[in-house]
């Protein structure tokens, strides 16, 4: 079955540190994607990342970074300089692309920044 | 250009009425999805519609329906509703093909109490 894993409910970066957020999944499939999505208190959730799993380079976007690691099947999101406005939870999810469409989030992590 | 809406904001009913929420999609954007965010939870994604037609389900039961019309906006109906439908519910739309892993972009949600 397919799953995906974020194993810590809470975590906490100082303004202008570097935290990192882990995602581990499972999957039978050679063709998917996975994403890093933001949802702010009381805001709507809005897409930070998103890695194409035939694509060995790993995505960035500004401050946020992925470590894709097929083989092990992990994807880590690095938020470095993190800023007040990064506080929300953030969720790990992965796209089946192959067949009928299927979307699995995590769990969720909540970041907590603290001035 | 217009985001993702949803009506109502907030809806409450009884065990075993009938409900339809509805989602007003970007403009341009072809494809819906519909998710079930329970209390501190992920999302859990009930189903995607393209071009009016579902094109990828997850793990809910039939009493979870939905359409897509010409105009891609969409409504998910719930049938006999029960205690655990309790939740937050997301709207996702996205432009091209569905699967090929395109930014959704999210409504602000119809929270949903069952009584």
């Known amino acids: 079955a397919q799953t995906v894993t974020q194993s810590q409910p809470e975590m906490s970066v100082q303004e202008a540190e570097t935290v990192t957020l882990s995602c581990t999944y499972d999957?039978?499939?050679?063709?998917?994607?996975l994403f890093w999505y933001k949802q702010p208190p009381s805001r709507q959730m809005i897409l930070v990342i998103r890695?194409?799993?035939?694509?060995?380079q790993n995505a960035t976007e500004n401050r946020f970074s992925v470590n894709f690691q097929k083989a092990a099947k992990s994807f880590s999101l690095k938020i470095s300089d993190s800023q007040l406005g990064d506080a929300a939870m953030y969720f790990c999810?992965?796209?089946?692309?192959?067949?009928?469409?299927?979307?699995?989030f995590g769990t969720g992590t909540r970041l907590k920044v603290l001035a | 250009e217009t985001g993702v809406t949803q009506s109502p904001t907030h809806l409450i009913k009884t065990r075993g009425q009938q409900v339809t929420l509805r989602c007003s999609s970007q403009?341009?954007?072809?494809?819906v999805s519909w998710y079930q965010q329970a209390l501190g939870q992920g999302p859990q994604f009930i189903f995607q519609?393209?071009?009016?037609?579902?094109?990828g389900r997850g793990n809910f039961p039939p009493r979870f329906s939905g359409l897509q019309f010409p105009n891609y906006s969409s409504e998910l109906n719930v049938n006999a509703l029960e205690l655990d439908d309790s939740a937050l519910y997301l709207c996702?739309?996205?432009?091209?093909?569905?699967?090929?892993?395109?930014?959704?972009?999210f409504g602000p949600g119809t929270r949903l109490l069952v009584l």
């Open positions: 890695q194409e799993a035939y694509k060995q």
């Open positions: 519609y393209y071009r009016e037609e579902e094109n």
């Open positions: 999810a992965y796209l089946i692309s192959s067949g009928t469409y299927k979307y699995i």
């Open positions: 999957t039978s499939e050679s063709d998917y994607y």
């Open positions: 996702a739309s996205s432009s091209g093909l569905a699967g090929a892993g395109e930014t959704q972009y």
């Open positions: 403009s341009g954007h072809n494809t």
